[in-house]
């Protein structure tokens, strides 16, 4: 059995990550950014160990989990959130797997643009979208690509500017004025920004776990919730 330190205690994914964890043996403990959290509570969590806010301080977030590894004797360090994968994927620590692709697949991954492009490519439906590189934007040509109502996103939900990061929101956008004000009050650090087709319906997932090339598990689900609701 093996020691696993599990992040982001404050997360449902964490709770359930420890459960399933605790459940077939191994040993866990989590980190948090406060003492009270979600997945601390769990009866099988070994430990709560407060961290700095990988959002804010990546660099000192990923030097705790190292510490946290080696008072432990961890074998393997598990991202929950994509903040704290960024910290630990610059940064990893000695000694400790991490279930993870290397750090530039991973930004890769995370760029929504760079994912709605690839899959266009092999031949999946994506929703029509057009990339806002700066507030200086035309705003009646994008209107002509994309029809409102439209949802507005970060091509990176989390980014930032050296080394600190921020977690960028989705917005409905239902007329050009609403349009107008949020690409105008955005952050630097958000663009560029994505408009995009609002696609209605039931929102669904199709996950595959692949390990060396092979499919190990698969999973699909039908979301009860949204967020924004």
């Not at 903040?83 to 000695?94: G, I």
């Not at 994505?194 to 997932?205: F, P, S």
């Not at 776990?209 to 999973?219: H, P, S, T």
Request: proline letters at 8%; aromatic letters at 4%.
């Amino acid at each position: 059995m093996a020691t696993i330190i599990v992040t982001d205690a404050e997360q449902r994914a964490a709770l359930a990550a420890v459960r399933s964890l605790g459940r077939a043996g191994h040993t866990v403990h989590v980190t948090a950014r406060e003492r009270t959290a979600l997945a601390g509570a769990s009866r099988w969590c070994a430990s709560t160990t407060v961290v700095p806010d990988p959002m804010r301080d990546p660099e000192r977030n990923a030097e705790a989990h190292s510490a946290l590894a080696d008072r432990v004797g961890a074998h393997v360090l598990l991202p929950i959130g994509e903040a704290s994968a960024m910290a630990l994927l610059s940064c990893p620590p000695a000694g400790i797997a991490m279930p993870m692709p290397e750090e530039t697949v991973f930004r890769r991954l995370c760029d929504k643009a760079a994912v709605l492009e690839a899959a266009s490519r092999v031949g999946l439906r994506v929703p029509a979208q057009c990339v806002l590189e700066s507030p200086e934007i035309d705003h009646t040509a994008l209107l002509q690509v994309v029809q409102l109502p439209a949802i507005l996103k970060p091509s990176r939900s989390v980014s930032g500017p050296n080394g600190a990061q921020v977690k960028m929101p989705v917005h409905y956008v239902n007329d050009a004025e609403t349009l107008r004000s949020l690409v105008r009050e955005a952050p630097a650090a958000a663009f560029p920004l994505l408009l995009q087709e609002r696609a209605a319906g039931a929102g669904l997932g199709v996950f595959h776990l692949l390990w060396e090339g092979r499919e190990v598990a698969r999973f699909a689900h039908r979301r009860l919730r949204e967020k924004p609701p």
